[in-house]
């Protein structure tokens, strides 16, 4: 059982929006920085937003970060089939002294 | 371009040790922190260890006193030493660049993992 929880799976039609959360506790989400990111089948993990709600170089505007307490959502907008993946947030934790990653959500994009 | 490539991994019985390795091309590892990270089959990811510019080494408790984090700096090589392996060690694992800085206006740690390999599988049989 994961220290950060995510709810398991979420599901939208092509071109809304959804929301994924990820809570934790004053060790590490409530006074940590918060990246998320997103892996396709069968590749490694990508880097979508890191402290909080900084995008990478190449990641569309459609993908936002916000944090707030012990908690962070991940929001992605005009969703696309190829959107369909898992997303993880991750931080790191002071009083475990570890980096810490949230359970995982499946976007299914009906 | 960064690339992380990932050797290493098989299929060993319970008990056995194994290293994997990590090559890196694009940046140098001696300069940046270098993360493990793992996933079990149809699981979530896991962190596994991290080691930082100046050599320290953090571990995740499930991993703590069996595997090490280290490198090489003239062959620009992460390593995992993993000993007394059990099946619960069976995933693929990933190295990663980990950028790891304290904001000191805000008194917070950022962390987070910009580039990773693509995996290597280790299976630990019963």
């Known amino acids: 059982q994961s220290v950060l929880t995510q709810p398991p799976s979420v599901s939208a039609a092509p071109g809304q929006k959804v929301t994924i959360s990820c809570s934790g506790n004053?060790?590490?989400?409530?006074?940590?920085?918060v990246s998320w990111y997103r892996q396709l089948p069968g590749t490694a993990p990508k880097l979508l937003i890191y402290d909080n709600n900084k995008r990478p170089s190449g990641i569309p505007d459609r993908f936002s970060g916000s944090k707030s307490g012990s908690s962070a959502t991940l929001g992605i907008t005009g969703l696309q089939t190829g959107d369909e993946a898992d997303y993880y947030c991750?931080?790191?934790?002071?009083?475990?002294?570890?980096?810490?990653f949230g359970g995982g959500t499946k976007l299914t994009v009906l | 371009e960064v690339q992380l490539v990932e050797t290493g991994g098989g299929l060993i019985r319970r008990g056995g040790s194994l290293r994997l390795s990590c090559a890196a091309s694009g940046i140098t590892v001696s300069s940046n922190y270098m993360s493990w990270v793992r996933q079990a089959p149809g699981k979530g990811l896991e962190w596994v260890s991290v080691m930082s510019v100046g050599g320290s080494t953090y571990y995740a408790d499930s991993v703590k006193g069996r595997f090490t984090i280290s490198r090489d700096n003239s062959r620009n090589t992460l390593y995992l030493q993993m000993n007394s392996l059990r099946p619960e060690d069976t995933a693929i694992y990933y190295c990663?660049?980990?950028?790891?800085?304290?904001?000191?206006?805000?008194?917070?740690?950022?962390?987070?993992?910009?580039?990773w390999g693509q995996g290597t599988l280790v299976t630990v049989s019963s």
């Open positions: 991750g931080t790191w934790d002071n009083s475990l002294s570890a980096g810490l």
């Open positions: 004053s060790s590490n989400i409530g006074n940590n920085y």
């Open positions: 990663a660049r980990v950028l790891f800085t304290f904001h000191y206006d805000s008194s917070g740690y950022s962390w987070y993992l910009d580039d």
